[in-house]
């Protein structure tokens, strides 16, 4: 391999001569320390490296070694529960080994070269295998099952796989090519600025289910499907992923904090361990991988983390599993981006950011979806990607939002009125979107009631509507309402308080099934209909203010899933109460006309 | 190392170029000697080839390319820390300036210090009373937090950070605590003012001083937060302490970052700060926090002043982005004459949830909370009404909300600059002041809750 030597130093910057033969982003080793950096231009013989550590000390004539690989990750059994920094080195392992703060030039390994695994073999002697197909399992939880794939690029005959106990890098078998023997360990690597190979893509067409009510009722999300978060600080972007990576039904999480708070994903660590998965009843972190790249860590290794982490998800998704990543914040990110282009001297784009800015992202959204993967078994997997965006001030104008709405399909816009408010999730119903809606709607249709996604566009007007209204009371005040747009109002503060209104810190209230959204909003929507009659019949909107069954509704958020009989009993209230109503209304008028 | 150079080529702003150097390295520390002898600190910023960038903290003033040395050290900046160092006075770089002794070294660090490993974290959820109400009921500090004041120019948030450093304690621990203070381009007098308030009240045996006024060379103020920052991580993670920093104030800091930055030629960012804003500012605050299996921690209260009182600006917004919450300094409550004038409804304390109730506080303080929170905020709506359609236009219910927001802006924000509330007075204050509102009303509380606490006047 080549050696050169460094020439310049800025920041995480380095630039170097000497590596002739080197590649664009071909890994290289910094100074005596062997700090890591990457290959990301060559110009005249100088070459430019983005060091993933800190780099006071280096300067020039330090050593600079090719290593002739890109920047890869490594993947096999050992992923699940593991937590790594942007390039994938294992954060626990640097703590046991380096103590409590990052030291740099740590060379450890992503995979535990010592752990001993399960290797369940799943192909007959001989048999005919190419790229994808599944040699063997290793049950790497209880509730992750890690497929071991015919690596890519190699078809021919297995020979020699049987159930084995080894580490990732001992041969499990092997693949008998035309070309000859390829001996088959668990580890593989892939490098991360290359997307996954699959068959072929299959239209995201089932929901994703969150259990967050704002999300699956109004902007839905699906299997393979994108998103993003945009919000000003406070608005609620980080709950918003956490409730995502810990309620949505899917089978693998990879969490990725990019350039964010510390104490974020020790939260995260915390939690998952405790937190029980509704569908297996097993922690969930059994089924989380976690990339941390806190925003004081080195800022390439930022850059890095968000490839990384979606390297990873394809991994799973390829295994045939449905994967969900969360990336917070893709703005941190573009922000790496904008720095180290900012030290390249590059022509600036819009408020500083690079030119190729847009195809960035949108090459990064490119790598969710819905596929059949590789090998001859009818496998499908699915990657959806869930983005946070943080723009300065909220504003939506901000060239990474306005890059990312251009490629997402869902669009959860946070709103700082609301977070003020103290409204969470603070998702803005009259200006979010989700492009799937079409789909999630006919499949909860079937699965949940037909009546489904009638609520939903009954619901949604009447929020609309009060929106209007409150531009007429602003001027005229409440009182010159007329009595039936009053109604109105109390319908659409209902759906916002006892239905949009989700707490994601109360035990019950943070997961919500479809069935129990489905009788939530009924309710609320039955509530009016027959408050609608009664009115009509001359009762006063005052009085079916103050009804005690209000109170119900409202409590009803807080109803176990086992509980969900307690929606009919509260409708029948309902009918009680405001049947009472029209009753007293009668008995009044017939006591005023006698 | 020992080589003086004397090639300096163009000295821009704070910035030298030095060349014809050899073996110099990325962020060392060089020593550039005056004529007269005397010697400026200075640090690499970047080197190529034989040419090395120099950022001279004390300035360039004064400095003529042909009369000077240069002398690269070999190292970042450090600082000499040992026990000794509590009730002293240092400037931005370390060096002592209370004509106290030098410091002897038990050890020496580089004032940058290193990332916390993720997995080493332990949550912040121990609950700090600072005797404030509006912050130890509705907007709760805990240990390893960074809760900044947003104030503005003319507001008494120092008297206010002077008020939380004097009075902040844990309940129920004798453990040892202390306080870093960091001023950053204050004025004589604003630091005087805490220097006279922490000797007065016997808080300077317990503090460490770094001082930068506003007359000091703006790059130490570069320095001063990562000294300060240093200093608290020897506190908590070597000898065990619970750490208090103070850092005011962070716009100073920013327009000394856009100061250095203007004079590299950087591509601006908003409003002329470097677009490396965010992640500068991080690595300063993301050194509050507490390490699993140590007990010492580090809680930072940056104070800044919001140019315009706009919230939205590059220092706020980025500052917001990666603290853990905000305690407004609100300039309609300071003209009203409350003092302190925290404006609760847009404060937040992110991590107050894991730091009260039953075993940390007290068993309504969630419940409490909330509703004073959203009492409140319905009675400054109910009162803004009022301005415009006339108090005849509101409820009765309205009108007592109105009442309440007034008894509470006067009974529970306002407090004496000296008062020391502990949490049971916080508490009883706010249920004293519920009691003026219907019992049905109070729908952010339990059953149980208000059988036990509430009482009709
Ligand atoms: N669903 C929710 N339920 C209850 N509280 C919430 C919810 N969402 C947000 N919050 C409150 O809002 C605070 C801020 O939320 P969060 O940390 O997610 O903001 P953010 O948008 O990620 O901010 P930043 O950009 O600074 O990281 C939380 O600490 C919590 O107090
Ligand atoms: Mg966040």
């Given at each position: 391999m080549a050696e050169g030597k460094i020439e310049k130093v800025s920041g995480p910057l380095v630039i170097a001569t000497g590596l002739t033969g080197a590649q664009m982003y071909e890994v290289v080793r910094v100074g005596v320390e062997h700090l890591f950096g990457e290959i990301i231009e060559v110009r005249a013989g100088r070459y430019s490296i983005q060091v993933y550590e800190d780099t006071s000390g280096l300067g020039p004539g330090a050593p600079v070694l090719a290593t002739g690989q890109p920047l890869s990750v490594e993947l096999g059994p050992g992923l699940m529960k593991a937590i790594y920094d942007g390039?994938?080195?294992?954060?626990?392992?640097?703590?046991?080994?380096?103590?409590?703060?990052?030291?740099?030039?740590?060379?450890?390994?992503?995979?535990?070269?010592?752990?001993?695994?399960?290797?369940?073999?799943?192909?007959?002697?001989?048999?005919?295998?190419?790229?994808?197909?599944?040699?063997?399992?290793?049950?790497e939880t209880p509730i992750f099952a890690h497929k071991i794939m015919a690596p890519p690029g190699v078809k021919g005959r297995a020979t020699g796989f049987r159930d084995v106990e080894a580490t990732v890098d001992e041969p499990i078998g092997a693949i008998q090519t035309d070309s000859g023997r390829v001996e088959i360990r668990m580890l593989q690597t892939w490098p991360v600025r290359q997307g996954r190979a699959f068959a072929r893509r299959l239209p995201p067409n089932r929901p994703l289910v969150t259990g967050q009510r704002v999300i699956d009722m109004f902007f839905p999300l699906t299997k393979g499907g994108t998103a993003c978060v945009p919000g000003p600080f406070g608005s609620g972007k980080t709950v918003v992923q956490h409730q995502l990576a810990k309620w949505s039904d899917v089978d693998v999480v990879v969490y990725v904090g990019c350039g964010e708070r510390g104490n974020e994903m020790t939260d995260v660590l915390m939690e998952m361990p405790e937190l029980k998965d509704p569908r297996t009843g097993r922690p969930l972190i059994e089924r989380t991988t976690l990339v941390a790249n806190t925003s004081n860590m080195p800022v390439a290794a930022r850059e890095a983390s968000v490839f990384t982490g979606i390297t990873l998800a394809e991994y799973f998704r390829d295994m045939g599993y449905d994967v969900a990543l969360m990336a917070d914040s893709t703005s941190r990110?573009?922000?790496a981006m904008r720095e180290i282009s900012?030290?390249?001297?590059?022509?600036?784009g819009e408020e500083g950011y690079p030119a190729y800015l847009a195809s960035r992202i949108a090459g990064f959204y490119e790598r969710a979806?819905?596929?059949?993967?590789?090998?001859?078994?009818?496998?499908?997997?699915?990657?959806?990607?869930?983005?946070?965006?943080?723009?300065?001030?909220?504003?939506?104008?901000?060239?990474?939002?306005?890059?990312?709405?251009?490629?997402?399909?869902?669009?959860?816009?946070?709103d700082d009125g609301l977070a003020a408010q103290r409204h969470f999730p603070a998702i803005n119903w009259l200006n979010s979107y989700s492009l799937y809606l079409d789909v999630t709607e006919r499949v909860a249709a079937e699965r949940v009631n037909a009546a489904w996604p009638e609520q939903r566009r009954e619901a949604m007007s009447l929020l609309q509507r009060e929106a209007e209204l409150e531009e007429l009371v602003r001027l005229i005040g409440v009182d010159a309402l007329p009595a039936s747009d009053r109604l109105v109002m109390l319908a659409a503060k209902m759906i916002r308080e006892d239905f949009l209104h989700q707490n994601a810190f109360d035990a019950v209230d943070t997961f919500t099934s479809h069935p129990k959204q489905f009788l939530m909003l009924r309710n609320i929507l039955e509530f009016y209909h027959k408050a609608r009659k009664v009115f009509d019949g001359g009762a006063e909107v005052e009085e079916i203010a103050k009804l005690a069954v209000l109170e119900d509704i409202a409590r009803a958020k807080l109803t176990p899933e086992t509980d969900l009989g307690r929606f009919d009993e509260i409708l029948k209230e309902i009918g009680r109460q405001l049947d009472a109503l029209v009753v007293a209304g009668e008995e009044n008028r017939s006591e005023t006309s006698s | 190392m020992i080589t003086e150079y004397k090639a300096v080529r163009d000295i821009i702003g704070p910035l030298m170029l030095v060349e014809s150097v050899d073996g110099v390295r990325y962020n060392e520390l060089a020593h550039v000697k005056l004529p007269d002898?005397?010697?400026?600190?200075?640090?690499?910023?970047?080197?190529?080839?034989?040419?090395?960038?120099?950022?001279?903290?004390?300035?360039?003033?004064?400095?003529a390319p042909d009369d000077v040395k240069v002398r690269f050290l070999g190292h970042g900046l450090t600082m000499a820390l040992s026990e000794d160092i509590i009730a002293r006075a240092f400037n931005g770089v370390g060096e002592p300036i209370d004509h106290g002794p030098a410091i002897v070294p038990r050890k020496r660090v580089d004032i940058n210090g290193s990332p916390i490993n993720p997995t080493a974290r332990d949550y912040p959820n121990e609950f700090i009373q600072t005797g404030i109400s509006t912050i130890d009921g509705l907007n709760t500090l805990v240990r390893g937090q960074k809760l900044p004041l947003f104030s503005g120019s003319g507001l008494p948030h120092a008297r206010v950070a002077a008020q939380i450093a004097r009075q902040a304690r844990v309940l129920g621990t004798g453990e040892g605590f202390a306080v870093v203070f960091c001023a950053m381009g204050i004025t004589f007098e604003e630091s005087e003012f805490f220097l006279n308030d922490f000797r007065e009240t016997g808080a300077l045996a317990r503090s460490v001083l770094f001082i930068n006024l506003a007359h000091d060379p703006v790059i130490e103020r570069i320095a001063a937060p990562r000294t300060a920052l240093a200093t608290a991580e020897y506190l908590a993670f070597d000898l065990g302490m619970h750490v208090l920093v103070i850092l005011i104030d962070m716009t100073n800091y920013c327009d000394a970052l856009r100061e250095i930055s203007a004079a590299r030629k950087e591509v601006p960012g908003r409003r002329g700060y470097p677009g490396y804003m965010y992640t500068d500012l991080s690595t300063l605050y993301e050194r509050a926090g507490r390490i699993r299996g140590k007990s010492g921690s580090i809680t930072q209260i940056p104070v800044l002043t919001m140019p315009d009182d706009d919230k939205t600006h590059p220092i706020p917004d980025l500052t917001g982005y990666i603290t853990e919450g905000q305690i407004y300094i609100s300039r309609a409550l300071h003209g009203q004459g409350i003092y302190p004038p925290?404006?609760?409804?847009?404060?937040?304390?992110?991590?107050?949830?894991?730091?009260?109730?039953?075993?940390?506080?007290?068993?309504?303080?969630?419940?409490?909370?909330?509703?004073l929170y959203a009492a409140y905020s319905r009675g400054k709506n109910a009162r803004e009404l009022a301005v415009v359609l006339g108090e005849s236009a509101l409820t009765d219910t309205d009108r007592l909300f109105m009442k309440f927001a007034d008894g509470f802006e006067r009974g529970f924000v306002a407090q004496g600059e000296r008062e020391n509330r502990s949490i049971q007075e916080t508490l009883d204050t706010g249920w004293r002041l519920m009691g003026g509102l219907p019992r049905a009303e109070l729908k952010r509380v339990r059953p149980e809750i208000l059988d036990k606490y509430w009482k009709a006047p």
């Open positions: 390039i994938q080195r294992p954060l626990a392992v640097m703590r046991a080994e380096g103590g409590d703060f990052i030291s740099r030039g740590a060379n450890v390994p992503a995979l535990d070269r010592s752990a001993r695994w399960r290797f369940v073999c799943a192909v007959a002697e001989g048999a005919e295998v190419a790229a994808g197909d599944v040699l063997g399992t290793v049950q990110w573009a922000e900012g030290r390249l001297e590059e022509m600036p979806g819905r596929v059949r993967c590789l090998g001859s078994e009818e496998r499908e997997g699915a990657l959806s990607i869930i983005g946070a965006v943080s723009p300065p001030g909220g504003d939506l104008s901000d060239p990474v939002v306005q890059a990312t709405l251009r490629v997402v399909k869902v669009f959860w816009g946070l | 002898g005397r010697i400026r600190m200075g640090q690499v910023l970047e080197v190529e080839g034989r040419r090395a960038l120099v950022q001279i903290f004390e300035g360039s003033r004064g400095i925290v404006d609760v409804l847009p404060s937040l304390s992110r991590l107050k949830d894991k730091g009260i109730g039953p075993k940390k506080t007290r068993e309504d303080h969630s419940n409490a909370l909330n509703q």
